[in-house]
């Protein structure tokens, strides 16, 4: 056995390019030497599948194509025209038609030399020249945070992408031809690109990743996908890349043994069995393989679907003939088992997988589908365009079903129109199209598929419906049975949703348990919408209790001119907005009936008993009189009735300038000043009332506007990569110095996050809080209370 060690860079890179081509089924191109060879092996591969002969199209294009780029170079040196015509035998790889072989090959030429659209046009017709002109327009198209416009520094990324997305799926939309052409374009250059910089190597990478994997995977092109994941990984994981590389090659040999005599041993219960089928191992592809070590914490070793068994037959029903015979012959692992036959993935995938105990133990998957399928499967929205023979023997094309299969871009088009915020659409494009992550699909009672971020619960999916269904949502079914509403949807489940007009509406902590930011920004819209008299009720409750606690008369305080203050402080319409804001927990009572307070003792004297802590003389004459020393305080708190006293402040709620304080006499510290909505200040109010005592802010013109203050949030969120990152941007755009942060994740994927900095007032927190709020996976911002 060969070790490691053993292995050069180029025998790891043509073990991993037999590798991936054994994986995805298109083979490179690296035999061909000159342009006449691959133009030769280009119109081989089309005769195996175009009925037709003529090839009066390709041969004009390739003519074009190369007159047009003689001279030309690229990096490697080798000449320009081998680009164009690898992305052209891609495209014939994937059986597509001749003009999309021609566009495939003319795609450069428009930017690159001096042919004209209208020259193109004539020379070509209108389908050739207008799928050229869709892949110009999006070969300008720049699609990651790292390349930004260069004529405008200060351009928006989010913007820009947003921009840029949109247009691409506009072009989709008119022919998906287009994409389907740029996807061979960029598989290409992937191949080719250890002839770029570093820096260009790991932007395209990412872009490749981000957008045009995702966008294969969606068409279900499986033949580019999986080559493209390899390829990005080569380039944006390189030391894990190349360690299972030699990895793979370590143990290839037994693996194949291994691999060739389970397929020997199926083929023998199949053809027993007088099914007609054809039988082959199939190799997991580097891509999948990391990902999986990585997710689930194993070595290559414990992957037991490194290697799978694929069998393709000619019917459906010789499908679950054939599933039969394997689970009578081998003992399937229970909760291993998939039907996509009869529940197909949304890019159109169809088969049956099933994970089963080999004779020696080592368990080893099972695909079996029928040829269509497989054709489906690889070829995926390109499987459209087949060819069949007419009356004069020319070839026509056929795209019957492609409308019906391309529903979540029409869905994505109805969102640009109802969008002009681009925040909103990438949103919505992230998250609920899924798009660039991992998804689920359920069912309504009446057969409708929903599709949801993975991890959502009948909440989100009863706000994919309507609002006015996730609003009076009461409960929900699943698979005909009552689950909770945090139940986390599978694929395939049907769901119920139950309603009643006897609802309340949504409840708060459903923002803590919804995935979709569809239903966060719905049941969001709802509480800054409704004003429903059991809101204002509890509000009324809870600030009576508050004022009851805190020994406060709130009779004497709850007139007119007092609420007026209050609702001109927060900016509320009218007193009754206030109370339902408190009721379902926008704003605390603590903060309205302190205010109050403090605007009812400016209009009255209150009295200082002898049992007042400290019982000072000083205080006493100083609180007879009303009046208050007006020198200016080092903490810039002033302490009624006294003063050169040491004055802190608590760690628990770090109040900061703005807030309503309160002073509490410690035992031999002086005065500890904590916010009034302070948990244990609440606490203490209760059983040492008699060490409470009044305190307030210094007037600003007294205060030492240089001074600042600690203070800190708790951020409530879905954990994401790139979280901290945003949300420590929002610090350093507002000049806030961070002093600390904590973080932990539940295993739920809710994160909290808390950030520690230092601030001059209550003004900047607020506008903290409603930046972060805005960032994408935030669910909730909020001060520590103690």
């Known amino acids: 056995m060969r070790l490691l060690a053993d292995y050069s860079t180029e025998e790891l890179e043509k073990i991993a390019d037999k590798f991936r081509s054994d994986t995805s089924g298109i083979r490179g191109t690296k035999d061909f030497t000159s342009p006449e060879e691959l133009y030769d092996e280009l119109k081989k591969e089309i005769k195996k599948y175009h009925p037709s002969d003529d090839t009066s199209l390709v041969d004009k294009a390739y003519r074009v194509a190369y007159d047009a780029h003689k001279g030309q170079a690229r990096k490697s040196g080798e000449p320009y025209i081998i680009h164009p015509l690898c992305v052209a035998i891609i495209l014939a790889e994937l059986e597509l038609d001749k003009e999309t072989i021609a566009a495939g ?16 046009r004539a020379e070509f017709g209108d389908d050739v020249a207008h799928l050229v002109d869709g892949v110009t327009k999006l070969k300008h198209l720049h699609l990651t945070d790292s390349t930004k416009d260069p004529k405008d520094k200060n351009a928006d990324r989010l913007e820009m992408q947003a921009e840029n997305l ?95 005599g389970l397929v020997n041993d199926v083929k023998k219960y199949v053809s027993d069995a007088g099914i007609k089928a054809e039988i082959y191992g199939r190799a997991k592809h580097f891509f999948s393989i990391y990902k ?56 159109m995938y169809q088969s ?120 009076k949502m009461v409960g929900a079914k ?18 119920e949703i ?69 609702r001109r402080k927060y900016g509320f319409h009218d007193w009754n907005s206030c109370l339902a804001t408190v009721g379902h927990g926008g704003l605390k009572e603590s903060q309205i009936v302190n205010r109050m307070y403090d605007e009812y003792k400016k209009d009255h004297v209150v009295p200082v008993t002898d049992a007042d802590v400290l019982g000072s003389i000083a205080e006493k004459q100083q609180a007879a009189a009303g009046t208050q020393p007006e020198h200016k305080s080092k903490s810039g708190i002033v302490v009624h009735g006294l003063y050169d006293v040491a004055v802190h402040f608590s760690k628990c709620c770090n109040p900061v300038p703005g807030d309503e304080i309160v002073g509490f006499v410690t035992r031999g510290r002086g005065i500890s000043i904590h916010r009034t909505d302070c948990v244990n200040i609440i606490n203490l109010s209760k059983i040492e009332k008699d060490r409470l005592i009044e305190a307030e802010w210094q007037d600003t ?86």
């Not at 090959?105 to 193109?120: A, F, K, N, S």
């Not at 966008?215 to 033949?223: F, P």
């Not at 698979?479 to 694929?491: R, T």
């Open 292 to 347: 999986k070590m990585v997710n689930q914490d194993k070595t290559i070793d414990q992957i037991y679907d490194l290697f799978a068994i694929r069998i393709l037959v000619d019917t459906i029903p010789d499908c679950y003939a054939v599933l039969g015979i394997i689970h009578e012959k081998y003992k399937p692992i229970p909760g291993r088992f998939k039907d996509y036959i009869a529940m197909p993935k949304q890019n």
């Open 478 to 495: 699943v698979n005909g049975k009552l689950v909770p509403i945090d139940y986390v949807i599978k694929n395939g489940d049907q769901i």
């Open 498 to 566: 139950i309603t009643s007009q006897n609802s309340k509406g949504p409840s708060r902590d459903w923002l803590k348990v919804v995935k979709s930011t569809q239903a966060k920004n719905k049941i969001n819209q709802w509480f800054r919408s409704e004003l429903k008299e059991e809101n204002i009720q509890h509000g009324k409750d809870l600030i009576a209790a508050y004022a009851k606690a805190k020994g406060i008369n709130f009779a004497e305080i709850n007139k007119p001119e007092y609420q007026e203050k209050i």
């Open 105 to 120: 090959l003319l795609h450069d030429v428009l930017e690159d030399t001096i042919m004209t659209m209208d020259e193109m």
């Open 166 to 260: 949109r247009k691409m799926f506009l072009a989709m939309a008119k022919d998906i031809r287009v994409i389907l052409i740029k996807l061979a374009d960029r598989l290409h250059n992937m191949r080719t690109l250890k002839y770029q910089s570093k820096e260009a190597q790991q932007r395209i990478a990412r872009e490749t990743q981000d957008i045009y994997c995702p966008i294969a995977q969606r068409l279900g092109i499986s033949k580019i996908k999986i080559e493209l994941e390899d390829l990005c990984m080569k380039y944006l994981y390189p030391d894990a890349y190349y360690d299972l590389v030699e990895k793979v090659a370590l143990r290839k040999t037994e693996r194949d043994t291994y691999i060739q």
């Open 701 to 786: 013109a007294l205060m030492d506007n240089g001074a600042e203050y600690q203070a800190d949030l708790k951020i409530f969120c879905h954990d994401r990569p790139g979280l901290l990152v945003d949300i420590t941007k929002i610090f350093t755009e507002k000049e806030i110095n961070i002093s600390g942060i904590q973080s932990k994740t539940s295993k739920q994927g809710i994160a909290t996050i808390e950030v520690f900095f230092n601030i001059k007032g209550r003004d900047q927190i607020k506008v903290l809080v409603e930046k972060l709020r805005q960032i994408e996976s935030v669910i909730d911002v909020e001060r520590t209370t103690g």
């Open 352 to 471: 049956l997988h099933t994970t089963l105990i080999g004779p020696s133990g080592q368990p080893f998957e099972i695909q079996i589908r029928t040829y269509e399928m497989h054709r489906t499967a690889e070829y995926g929205i390109a499987a459209h365009w087949k060819y069949k023979e007419t009356n004069n023997g020319n070839a026509t094309t056929t795209t019957v079903t492609e409308e019906e299969k391309l529903s979540w871009l029409r869905q994505i088009l109805e969102w640009q129109q109802d969008m002009s915020d681009n925040k909103e659409f990438m949103t919505l494009l992230k998250s609920d199209l899924n798009l660039f992550s991992d998804n689920v699909f359920a069912f309504t009672p009446s057969g409708d598929v929903k599709n949801l971020p993975k991890g959502s619960t009948p909440i989100d999916f009863a706000y994919s419906i309507h609002s006015a269904v996730g609003n």
